[in-house]
């Protein structure tokens, strides 16, 4: 790599990144946990196989945006026009506030970890949030909470590292067949993808990726620092997976508050208070990505101007429902968090069908369009996604 590839890397660097470690939030570590506590080894080769469809599908999503200059919310609304956006911005809306509840209920899990009241705190996160919403400052907040965030990721990879996973086995679960249509599993398989593969972060890829002003001549570093995310952020969710194997051989696998504070084995007495600000962390920064994804998914549709009214009205609107939910469901906060994840395989399916017709036409993405090999490999790495819900619900009824 030369000076120049090297620059180049640089000022494109961002977006994508972004969005595959922000992938790894509270809601996508509990999910990580609870399916390895359940399924053991076996979730670990799950979580790696992942890597591909993450990749595929945010890769498109990072061609719209630095070919077009287009999230995928303006796009559908320049290109189908108003009605059809409007029509689209329900699933948008609803994906909205399904992933507002689960930042919040992990947030609720943090609070608890840290022995404080629930309701007031969950108050008064969400008043800092709406203040943070109504400001704009978003980026402010991220600086102040990655670090944070870090310093949750770093614990869980030093407990990894004390753990000694069995790496027989460990390698065993990377060729071991995946038991479809066991009703357990399969929920726990839809979980797992729901936690990788968000609503959200096709609008933010997309988005960041247009706002950063990228052009067709930054594709290349673009899409290589997608897999470099893609792998990055999968090895995380392979690391929470092994984790969950310890808490499920030290607790069982019916996990909630307490037995998370048994998670960062080598800090002792510190993890439950290392996990619980980590989680509310973590939380509150997916809560800001995934405002400045609605910006760039339901607000770009239905053509909400940002700083007026109705634009930040909406963030309190989506948010509202999404704090009640949660304060109605504290005795059940994990097994919230991991409908949500299954039910997001299923809400996915309108959002990847606009994504893949609209990053496959000529006039949007040129000669960077999706077609060939990268079109079948995105509406078959989709199909599986939507497939994987549909199979949870069918063996489950």
């Known amino acids: 790599m030369n000076a120049s590839s090297i620059r180049d890397a640089l000022r494109t660097f961002g977006p994508a ?8 939030d509270v809601a996508s570590i509990v999910t990580g946990f609870q399916v390895g506590a359940t399924w053991g080894y076996l979730m670990v080769g799950v979580m790696l196989a992942l890597t591909v469809p993450l990749f595929v599908i945010q890769d498109v999503a990072g061609v719209l945006g630095t070919v077009s200059g287009m999230g995928l919310g303006t796009a559908i609304r320049q ?26 209920a992990g947030i609720a899990v943090g609070l608890r970890l840290l022995g404080l009241p629930v309701l007031p705190g969950l108050l008064t996160v969400f008043l ?3 203040a943070v919403a109504w400001s704009g400052r978003y980026r402010h907040t991220e600086a102040a909470l990655l670090p944070i965030s870090f310093v949750l990721v770093a ?6 590292f004390m753990v000694r996973p069995d790496p027989t086995r460990l390698g065993t679960s990377l060729l071991s067949p995946w038991p479809i249509w066991r009703p357990d599993f399969d929920y726990m398989l839809a979980a797992s993808v729901g936690s990788v593969i968000m609503p959200w972060m096709l609008f933010f890829h997309s988005g960041a990726d247009a706002r950063k002003g990228l052009r067709p001549k930054d594709l290349r570093p673009e899409r290589a620092e997608t897999l470099l995310g893609a792998i990055v952020s999968e090895l995380l969710m392979a690391a929470t997976v092994i984790v969950g194997i310890f808490l499920g051989q030290r607790v069982g696998d019916a996990l909630n508050a307490e ?5 960062l084995q080598p800090l002792g007495s510190l993890s439950r208070y290392v996990m619980g600000v980590g989680f509310i962390a973590s939380g509150f920064l997916a809560l800001v990505v995934i405002s400045m994804a609605s910006a760039w998914g339901f ?10 009214l109705a634009y930040r009205l909406t963030y309190v609107v989506e948010s509202v429902p999404a704090v009640v939910i949660v304060a109605l469901s504290l005795s059940g906060l994990i097994s919230l968090i991991l409908d949500l994840m299954a039910a997001f395989t299923i809400i996915l399916a309108p959002l990847l069908y606009m994504l893949g017709k609209i990053a496959s036409r000529e006039d949007v993405a040129g000669e960077a369009r999706l077609r060939g090999a990268r079109a079948a490999a995105y509406w078959v790495m989709s199909a599986l996604v939507v497939a994987s819900g549909l199979v949870a619900l069918a063996a489950s009824l």
């Open 17 to 24: 990144w972004l969005v595959m470690i922000a992938d790894v």
């Open 79 to 104: 290109l189908y026009g108003r009605r059809a956006a409007q029509l689209a911005s329900i699933p948008m809306a609803t994906a909205d506030v399904m992933e507002y509840v689960a930042e919040y």
């Open 128 to 130: 800092i949030y709406i």
């Open 155 to 160: 614990a869980l990879l030093l407990t990894v």
């Open 259 to 263: 037995a998370l504070a048994e998670a």
């Open 299 to 308: 607000l770009e549709a239905v053509n909400f101007r940002r700083g007026t």
